[in-house]
């Protein structure tokens, strides 16, 4: 008998889930089919690569067939590149599984010398470090990517693509476990905020100073590595009717340390004293947001603004999961999710 999920060893060496047993049942060589679902995919392996740099290296449709293959991980200068110091693209296609659609997907990479983007079907999913001219390393940060799911093509090829600049000795996908993998499921969001937001230092929202960032992922491993203090993290989303009219949840994942929310200039609710002399250090705790009906303004573009207070070491909204759900929805999910 196959107890319920247990997990079992193909020969691919993946590991794959058991989601639907009949409890009780014996499952003969012709029984029930179970339906697998992949805890994780490999993307260890042989990538193409070509040293340069070319924003259409990103595109889905690029022809990279003429590049060389080289291994990930693996410092570049192992695999033929000794002493190259500068720019570098990689790029690999993977399937995902249909199963995978309800969950919350990512993309390790492991440890990249120096500085990165990393593009899922032409769009950018996230970035460490800063490019030339105001370069800044990431070296020692761990590269964990949520994929938003409508970026994916579930069941087909999907395109990966990683922009890497090296400014001195080793470089490139150096190291580390690289994969695709779920950490269960997502809340079903009405509107997921992963990705790209704007960001500025300081205390208040300053639109002629902001700059792109990822979210979720530390401030330090953006460009602003050593900073301590406050900044500003602003989306602009537009909120449908029959979600404006209703209670949300607006999920801002764990921040380090305390933090304010607004909503289009209002205040929205807050975690931890912001301007205390001695502020708490709240970063173990997931923020969820009850926002009133008529808060976001329907059919129209709406201003989030998350003010974030930093106290030391990491910075900034560190982890997800980020966006909007009904209430409804939401306690639904914790109460299935707690079973």
Do not use: C
């Not at 470090?129 to 799911?149: E, K, M, Q, S």
């Not at 000795?169 to 809340?187: A, H, M, N, Q, Y």
């Amino acid at each position: 008998m196959i107890e319920k999920n247990q997990y079992i060893k193909i020969k691919s060496g993946r590991l794959w889930l058991v989601m639907t047993l009949l409890m009780g049942s014996i499952l003969s060589a012709t029984g029930i089919e179970a339906i697998l679902i992949p805890e994780e995919i490999s993307m260890k392996g042989y990538w193409r690569f070509r040293i340069g740099d070319n924003e259409q290296w990103s595109a889905v449709k690029f022809d990279d067939s003429d590049w060389t293959q080289i291994k990930v991980p693996a410092r570049w200068e192992d695999e033929g590149f000794q002493g190259y110091d500068g720019f570098a693209w990689y790029r690999t296609s993977v399937v995902i599984p249909l199963e995978l659609k309800n969950y919350s997907l990512a993309l390790r990479l492991g440890y990249i010398d120096d500085a990165d983007e990393v593009f899922m079907n032409g769009k950018r999913i996230g970035k460490s470090g800063t490019f030339p001219p105001h370069h800044v390393t990431a070296f020692n940060a761990l590269r964990t990517y949520p994929i938003p799911g409508d970026l994916l093509n579930f069941g087909g090829q999907n395109v990966i693509a990683v922009r890497v600049y090296d400014s001195h000795l080793e470089g490139g996908i150096v190291s580390g476990d690289v994969k695709i993998f779920t950490d269960g499921s997502i809340p079903p969001f009405d509107i997921n905020l992963a990705g790209e937001w704007m960001f500025n230092q300081g205390l208040q929202y300053d639109p002629g100073n902001t700059k792109s960032i990822q979210v979720p992922g530390a401030w330090e491993n953006q460009g602003y590595s050593g900073y301590d203090g406050y900044a500003v993290y602003t989306r602009k989303v537009k909120v449908p009717a029959s979600l404006a009219n209703q209670r949300l949840v607006l999920v801002a994942g764990r921040i380090d340390d305390v933090d304010q929310l607004y909503i289009n200039g209002r205040f929205a609710g807050q975690t931890g004293d912001f301007k205390a002399h001695y502020p708490e250090t709240r970063y173990r705790e997931l923020r969820n947001y009850v926002i009133p009906p008529g808060l976001f303004k329907a059919g129209e573009e709406n201003v989030i603004e998350i003010r974030v207070r930093d106290t030391g070491v990491d910075g900034g909204i560190i982890e997800g999961p980020v966006g909007i759900i009904t209430q409804d929805k939401f306690r639904l999910y914790w109460k299935m999710k707690g079973k």
